[in-house]
T-cell receptor, first 112, second 115 residues
Framework: DGGITQSPKYLFRKEGQNVTLSCEQN?????MYWYRQDPGQGLRLIYY???????QKGDIAEGYSVSREKKESFPLTVTSAQKNPTAFYLC???????????FGDGTRLSIL | AQTVTQSQPEMSVQEAETVTLSCTYD???????LFWYKQPPSRQMILVIR??????QNATENRFSVNFQKAAKSFSLKISDSQLGDAAMYFC????????????FGQGTELSVKP
């Protein structure tokens, strides 16, 4: 079945550590997105990519980095510069910008 | 500015009854899509229904239907014959015309279903 796979489901970060969240899709979608969800708030865009080897900052990109070396993969790195990383992270993809986005199951990141 | 407003933080419905969740939005675009997503306790984000703005006919997906009022920029979701599995957070959303079509979400409505 086609879909989006995020891993790990739970992740813990130590002080000063960078961690990487994986996102893989087999839907042949061009566009991929990373959102952050905090309790009581809607989703906020971190980064997006519309084509391989190109990506753009979203609304809250500080402290995060991404790469898009393959169409299927869009990993997100939470760097030590992100001082409040505890949140639920959702990866999504779509065929074009105005089409419905399909989401992965998410990764919950916490601080040790 | 493009915004989405869900004015009902929480709603409750009796099993087998009907409930309507409200959503208003603001955009200067004339052609766009609107979506309702469901997020159950598992936190997975699931597309419930979509509406294309240029279509006057309201979208329907089994027990889920919308009341789309383009002039009023209103997009409510009606759930008929509510089931226990419908309990979830519901988000209204539409793709922005910039930032690669990022989804602009409302704050969500938490729906509980009473047996």
């Amino acid at each position: 079945d086609g879909g989006i796979t995020q891993s790990p489901k739970y992740l813990f970060r130590k002080e000063g550590q960078n961690v990487t969240l994986s996102c893989e899709q087999n839907l042949n979608h061009d566009a991929m997105y990373w959102y952050r969800q905090d309790p009581g708030q809607g989703l906020r865009l971190i980064y997006y990519s519309q084509i391989v080897n190109d990506f753009q900052k979203g609304d809250i990109a500080e402290g995060y980095s991404v790469s898009r070396e393959k169409k299927e993969s869009f990993p997100l790195t939470v760097t030590s510069a992100q001082k409040n990383p505890t949140a639920f992270y959702l990866c999504a993809s779509s065929t074009r910008g105005n089409q419905p986005q399909h989401f992965g199951d998410g990764t919950r990141l916490s601080i040790l | 500015a493009q915004t989405v407003t869900q004015s009902q933080p929480e709603m409750s419905v009796q099993e087998a009854e009907t409930v309507t969740l409200s959503c208003t939005y603001d955009t200067s675009e004339s052609d766009y899509y609107l979506f309702w997503y469901k997020q159950p306790p598992s936190r997975q984000m699931i597309l419930v229904i979509r509406q294309e703005a240029y279509k006057q006919q309201n979208a329907t997906e089994n027990r889920f239907s919308v009341n789309f009022q383009k002039a009023a920029k209103s997009f409510s979701l009606k759930i008929s014959d509510s089931q226990l599995g419908d309990a979830a957070m519901y988000f209204c959303a539409f793709p922005s015309y910039n930032q690669g079509g990022k989804l602009i979400f409302g704050q969500g409505t938490e729906l509980s279903v009473k047996p």
